[in-house]
């Protein structure tokens, strides 16, 4: 088992194990793998579509920091993520890297998935894991499945308008 202070300069992604939490939300997009990843990689627009994330900014390479503000619930919070996987078209990965890392380990992993009819399919997951990732799920799982819906709504919208 993995604690969440172990090798903390890792930059590859962690499966879900047996004191994981995982969230995910999965949507159809009527847009190009380019375009829906030209929004989803735009951290600087992130304000005038996503309304759990209102900002974004960083460097979005391997070991590249970026920094959130993420509304959960009625608070807006700021947070500070390690980039771990790029794949352009395909993947985007970051973990949490603040304070909060020291307890629990949180991942978010974003995927599309070309289809056979010239649709995407949207995966996102949140991956929570350690001895704590219950409690973080108790405390914090409804805010985090919510963010998670909205977000995925609002980039399927923005994506497909920009069509």
């Not at 949507?27 to 900002?55: C, G, H, R």
């Not at 920094?67 to 985007?92: A, I």
Request: aromatic share 8%; glycine share 8%; proline share 6%.
């Amino acid at each position: 088992m993995r604690l969440p202070g172990d090798d903390d300069t890792a930059l590859e992604p962690r499966t879900a194990g047996k004191w994981s939490v995982l969230f995910q939300e999965q949507t159809v997009i009527a847009a190009s793998p380019a375009k829906i990843w030209s929004v989803l990689t735009d951290l600087s627009t992130y304000a005038e579509w996503n309304p759990w994330i209102p900002s974004a900014e960083g460097v979005l390479e391997p070991g590249g920091i970026v920094w959130c503000d993420v509304v959960l619930g009625e608070k807006k919070q700021r947070f500070k993520h390690v980039v771990l996987t790029v794949e352009p078209e395909t993947r985007l990965c970051w973990r949490d890297a603040g304070w909060n890392s020291a307890f629990v380990y949180g991942q978010r992993n974003r995927s599309l998935q070309p289809q056979p009819d010239g649709t995407v399919l949207f995966t996102q997951e949140i991956l929570i894991d350690g001895l704590l990732s219950k409690i973080a799920s108790l405390t914090h799982g409804s805010s985090l499945r919510t963010g998670l819906r909205l977000e995925t709504a609002a980039l399927k919208q923005r994506a497909e308008a920009r069509r």
